[in-house]
């Protein structure tokens, strides 16, 4: 039976991955690398939603691509995109989601053990994403981390840093709901 | 953008759009392992095809070629990097750099492949419903106790529809905010925080909404089935494909 709780969380999960494909139209035009939102909201959702969650979100996302609907940049779906250059980016999502919500559930809102969290995540998507770059193109490594890890860094910490006030202000909204009361489930903290 | 996309799905009654959705799947599942077993052959006989699939799809190359501009940059760039870095016989040099024979010939190989998977999906995408695709999947995960097709079928459903309208929310802010002239505030934290957190608590507050009306329509397991129609012909693609796939994967 669906229980209160695992309903909103599976609606919650449903509309990040809404928002992680979304974030890939949205960015910040400064500095020469416009800074895309994807993996803010990847990061975000291990921080909002906890690891499995989280997981699962991301996991419905690339699902959702890789069965032809049009989830990925630009619009575009199917296996071509998990298997092309950029796929490995897309796998590690997947893996630093999950890392994330694991490391935040224990956090506990401890900002120093988040933002560690959140550094661990993205290391993990270039850990995913960099080596499959280099294998698909044929670069040799060093090369594949000067084109597909460096220019990303800078924004990756302003992405870090923009988290930490980002969750802080939604959290509060997925304790309760309006005009309901949530009893909780399982001795879990609704 | 997503609603407008040429791999949105179009209406339609030809064969492409009756055909059961699980062939569907397994056909560019098998395709696409045959596409990337291909040599210059099999990748002719499946560019063929593919051609054919797309002027039976009624897509404009043109507008494939504007959606896909980027995808195709990047394709050529892989496809110069294996060039330049490839070792093996040179075909001519200049200054430092030095193109292969091998490298050209792999990295086109390589692209080519892609771009053939590309628009398999495409065609797969223009013809079939959300609904049919999701259909699919929970059929597909039906024999994986752990988890539960149900629920993954709902999130696949919730997922597609809430695109557009996050993506609608999220051009909304983007023009209230260049009316308020953030493009003068250089600081790219307080950027992502003005754009990110509006747009987040948006999504929160529907997902809230969102709940209380399944709840209120008393969302549950006990779903409504979908109904299949596996016919003769579904059964003949389905065999077709599968000769098919190991023709290309053996040429």
Same mark, same amino acid.
């Not at chain 1, 449903?14 to 994807?38: F, W």
């Not at chain 1, 291990?46 to 890789?66: C, D, E, Q």
């Not at chain 2, 250089?186 to 929160?204: A, D, E, S």
């Given at each position: 039976?669906?229980?209160?709780?695992?309903?909103?969380?599976?609606?919650?999960?449903?509309?990040?991955?809404?928002?992680?494909?979304?974030?890939?139209?949205?960015?910040?035009?400064?500095?020469?690398?416009?800074?895309?939102?994807? %993996?803010?909201?990847?990061?975000?959702? @291990?921080?909002?939603?906890?690891?499995?969650?989280?997981?699962?979100?991301?996991?419905?996302?690339?699902?959702a691509?890789?069965c032809g609907l049009p989830?990925?940049? /630009? @619009?575009?779906?199917?296996?071509?995109?998990?298997?092309?250059?950029?796929?490995?980016?897309?796998?590690?999502?997947?893996?630093?989601?999950?890392?994330?919500?694991?490391?935040?559930?224990?956090? %506990?809102?401890?900002?120093?053990?988040?933002?560690?969290?959140?550094?661990?995540?993205?290391?993990?998507?270039?850990?995913?994403?960099?080596?499959?770059?280099?294998?698909?193109? @044929?670069?040799?490594?060093?090369?594949?981390?000067?084109?597909?890890?460096?220019?990303?860094?800078?924004?990756? =910490?302003?992405?870090?840093? =923009?988290?930490?006030?980002?969750?802080?202000?939604?959290?509060?909204?997925?304790?309760?709901?309006?005009?309901?009361?949530?009893?909780?489930? /399982?001795?879990?903290?609704? | 953008?997503?609603?407008?996309?040429?791999?949105a799905y179009?209406?339609?009654?030809?064969?492409?759009?009756?055909?059961?959705p699980?062939?569907?799947?397994?056909?560019?599942?098998?395709?696409?392992?045959?596409?990337?077993?291909?040599?210059?052959?099999?990748?002719?006989?499946?560019?063929?095809?593919?051609?054919?699939?797309?002027?039976?799809?009624?897509?404009?190359?043109?507008?494939?070629? *504007?959606?896909?501009?980027? &995808?195709?940059?990047?394709?050529?760039?892989?496809?110069?990097?294996?060039?330049?870095?490839?070792?093996?016989?040179?075909?001519?040099?200049?200054?430092?750099?030095?193109?292969?024979?091998?490298?050209?010939?792999?990295?086109?190989?390589?692209?080519?492949?892609?771009?053939?998977?590309?628009? &398999?999906?495409?065609?797969?995408s223009?013809?079939t419903r959300t609904e049919d695709i999701r259909a699919?999947?929970?059929?597909?995960?039906?024999?994986?106790?752990?988890?539960?097709?149900?629920?993954?079928g709902?999130?696949i459903g919730l997922l597609v529809r809430?695109?557009?309208?996050?993506?609608?929310?999220?051009?909304?802010?983007?023009?209230?905010?260049?009316?308020?002239?953030?493009?003068?505030?250089?600081?790219?934290?307080?950027?992502?925080?003005?754009?990110?957190?509006?747009?987040?608590?948006?999504?929160?507050?529907?997902?809230?909404?969102?709940?209380?009306?399944?709840?209120?329509?008393?969302?549950?397991?006990?779903?409504?089935?979908?109904?299949? *129609?596996?016919?003769?012909?579904?059964?003949?693609?389905?065999?077709?494909?599968? &000769? &098919?796939?190991?023709?290309?994967?053996?040429?």
């Amino acid at each position: 039976m669906e229980t209160r709780h695992s309903l909103r969380m599976m609606v919650f999960a449903s509309l990040m991955a809404a928002l992680i494909a979304v974030g890939s139209y949205l960015a910040v035009p400064v500095g020469p690398v416009p800074i895309v939102l994807q %993996n803010l909201f990847v990061l975000l959702a @291990g921080l909002l939603l906890g690891g499995r969650w989280a997981a699962a979100s991301v996991a419905v996302f690339l699902l959702a691509g890789a069965c032809g609907l049009p989830v990925f940049a /630009n @619009g575009t779906a199917g296996l071509g995109r998990l298997i092309g250059p950029t796929g490995g980016y897309l796998i590690g999502y997947l893996a630093a989601a999950f890392l994330v919500g694991i490391m935040a559930e224990k956090a %506990n809102q401890r900002v120093a053990l988040e933002v560690l969290a959140m550094v661990i995540g993205s290391m993990v998507v270039y850990a995913f994403g960099v080596p499959w770059l280099a294998l698909v193109t @044929g670069m040799p490594l060093d090369k594949a981390i000067a084109v597909g890890l460096y220019p990303f860094l800078i924004g990756d =910490a302003f992405k870090i840093a =923009a988290a930490i006030p980002i969750s802080r202000a939604v959290r509060p909204l997925m304790r309760t709901m309006p005009g309901i009361v949530v009893a909780p489930i /399982n001795g879990e903290r609704a | 953008m997503a609603e407008l996309s040429v791999f949105a799905y179009r209406q339609g009654n030809s064969a492409a759009h009756r055909l059961d959705p699980r062939i569907k799947l397994i056909s560019i599942s098998l395709l696409s392992a045959a596409i990337l077993a291909a040599q210059a052959a099999g990748l002719f006989v499946a560019t063929g095809l593919i051609i054919g699939a797309t002027i039976y799809c009624r897509v404009s190359l043109r507008q494939i070629g *504007h959606e896909l501009r980027w &995808l195709l940059f990047m394709l050529a760039a892989v496809w110069g990097i294996r060039a330049l870095v490839t070792p093996g016989e040179t075909l001519f040099s200049w200054s430092v750099f030095s193109v292969s024979r091998t490298g050209v010939l792999t990295g086109a190989i390589i692209c080519w492949r892609w771009v053939i998977i590309i628009f &398999l999906g495409l065609t797969v995408s223009v013809t079939t419903r959300t609904e049919d695709i999701r259909a699919a999947v929970e059929w597909f995960l039906r024999p994986f106790p752990w988890l539960s097709p149900h629920r993954i079928g709902t999130m696949i459903g919730l997922l597609v529809r809430f695109i557009p309208v996050i993506l609608t929310h999220a051009r909304e802010m983007g023009a209230a905010q260049r009316a308020r002239c953030v493009e003068n505030r250089k600081n790219p934290i307080y950027r992502l925080r003005v754009l990110g957190l509006p747009l987040l608590r948006r999504t929160f507050v529907t997902a809230d909404h969102l709940t209380i009306a399944m709840e209120a329509r008393c969302y549950g397991q006990g779903r409504t089935a979908y109904a299949w *129609h596996f016919g003769r012909e579904d059964g003949i693609v389905l065999v077709g494909m599968v &000769l &098919l796939s190991s023709v290309i994967s053996f040429c």
